[in-house]
């Protein structure tokens, strides 16, 4: 038997132990080590019962995600766990499954081959394969409805959401919640078990029968509308169908054929590569080792505008004690009074209680003042984005917070080794970039000074994890790694409108190609106000005699800023919906022609091309300067900040889906029609074409120097 999985005996009572860490996949040799041990277990008089249970902080986490790959390239022949699991269903002695931490995706499969599922306490179960791109395969969703019937089955595997402990025994997927010694209490129940007739779930026919079509048909309008783009949701329904249809066995065979289906598609290779990136990302070459990073206990945050406000909430939500400080106290009341409705909101709707959110609120100080600012383990300096301002309160930060406190900036643009260069602690100085809205945004943009130490690193990074964040550390240039990729994408959107494109057609093709929003919505969203005030401040950066987008400053002159005014490049109405406006149409057509430029038919696929490919270059340049680590890195950046689909995997993995060498012979056409000085090749991607090598390479050969 492979040591991956122990065999022990309890009296009359069999204790099979899973032990593959970190989160006991099926692995190869996990399954085999299992049927081993329970072959040994029937075939041994002196048992009556068998407990299947995981070592270390979880049952299984799902099949080994890591082996997909390698079924994909042929490395590895296709994943059968279905006789593995009949097996286990056949046994003529009942198997209790013991669950803690996590039985999710073939984890909830295995277990749902037993013949009784006990819980701990804190246990969830869960058929998460969607958010992989594939759905269950080794019978998930032929299982699951005849244990939660068919709506349940239909929920969890089509949305991915866990299941806590107690709804799992309300639901009939599991039986009984243990409570104390969780192995104890398994092996009883296993005893008081032993000698019934165990009873096979495939054959549990009771909940399938009865289902209205229209059950269907909502699952599939839900999916569609809350996993737009997505194939894997709406495969998972069609198998979840299959078990009200066809027999167990012919519902497997349609479960296979969806799941390879699934499997073998670029959806699921972009969310698999999600999956990895989001937990690469936490990776620091050289810093875990030599850094004790300590644990911030209280916060500070200046500023209680919309970014201040929402950064003192994350604190909040982390049970952080958070001061909040303003100039006014006007400005104080309405920062307040905005982070109170918020939370007001999140009550109404049920997903927070009010005393939650009176907790939450007991742990903001609002103050005029640096009182308390000494107590502060980390600052967070959320004011306008303006270096001068930034400069003056750093300096005084210097003077007010404990040595040893990180002094953070939220700037999403400016130079941090000049703010840290007003401080006499320039290593304790750190850029955390929060994407606004802020208390709902999952990316953090960490940003490294040249001076910040390892330790200041390490702690925001893990800070960010405890925020609920996924933390990205960046370089120090202008933008970072978000923003400065995103100036080539917003310039192109421009200019495709300069050249004949509508508004609508420019945001619709990227809203088809996967963006949460088009580019020109998302300027709107913001405020054109923003970009204005930055553009004034770098006017001095401009290169004479290269192109830059006409309209947007003629826009702001008229005041138009975009929601906000109820007009920006479109109109709103009170309710923020967009429609288009023939007065900007004109302003465009009128702006592009008093400067000389063509205007053309633009096909969607152009307007897809310049913008994505705008930021597919810009990404390599981010790469070569060493501001982001890894391809990875910047694909996660974009997802969780961006609003870029998931499913595409990100802008430098949706490249290497294209081909790399398409992806440069487009550049190239860009290049001679509109010049070097905006579309000149990365000398990276060209790099790589000539090596015949893609971004995913290049991230290979950064974690195996050498
Ligand atoms: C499936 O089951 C298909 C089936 O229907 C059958 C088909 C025939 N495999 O997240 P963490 C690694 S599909 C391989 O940081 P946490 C992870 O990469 C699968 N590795 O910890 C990380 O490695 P590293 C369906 C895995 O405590 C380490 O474990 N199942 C797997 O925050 C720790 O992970 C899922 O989708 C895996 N299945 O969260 C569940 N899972 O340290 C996916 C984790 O090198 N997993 N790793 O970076 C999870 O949701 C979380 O990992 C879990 C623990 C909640 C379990």
Redesign the pocket.
Known sequence: MAELVRLARQDDVAVITIDNP??N???PGVPEGIEAALKQAVADTRVRAIVLIGAG??FI??????EFGKIVSGERPR???LPFLLTIEDSPKPVVMAIH??A????L?VAMAGHYRVLAPKAQVG???V??G?????G?TQRLPRLAGVPKALEMCAAGDPVKAQDAVALGIADKIVEGDFLAGAIAFARAVAGKPPSKTRERDEKLPGVPAAVFAAAREQARKQARGLRAPLAAIDAVEAATKLDFFAGCEEEARL?NQCLFSTEARAMIHV??GE??V??IPGISKEVKPFEIRRAAVIGAGTMGGGIAMNYANAGIPVIVKETKQEALDRGLGIIRGNYAKTVAKGKLSQAAMDQRMALLTPRLTYDGFEQADIVVEAAFENMALKKRIFAELDKVAKPGAILATNTSTLDIDEIASATSRPTMVVGTHFFSPANVMKLLEVVRGKATSPAVIAIAMALGKRLGKVAVLAGNCHGFIGNRMVAPYFREAQFLLEEGASVEAVNQSLYEFGMAMGPLAVDDLAGLDIGWAIRKERATHLKPGVRVPLVVDKLCEQGRFGQKTGRGWSKYDENRRASSDPEVAALIERVSRAAGIERREISNQEIVDRCVYALVNEGARVLEDGIALRAVDIDITYIYGYGFAAWRGGPMFYADTVGLPKVLARIEEFEKKHGKDLWAPAPLLKQLVAEGKTFKDFDKRKEAPG
């Open positions: 970190p989160v996949a099926l692995s902080s979880t986490a799902g099949a080994d995600i890591r994943l059968t766990l931490g996590q999710f995706g073939g984890g499969e058929q998460p394969e958010k992989l594939i759905i269950p395969g080794a998930g799941f999956f990895f937990r690469a936490a990776k």
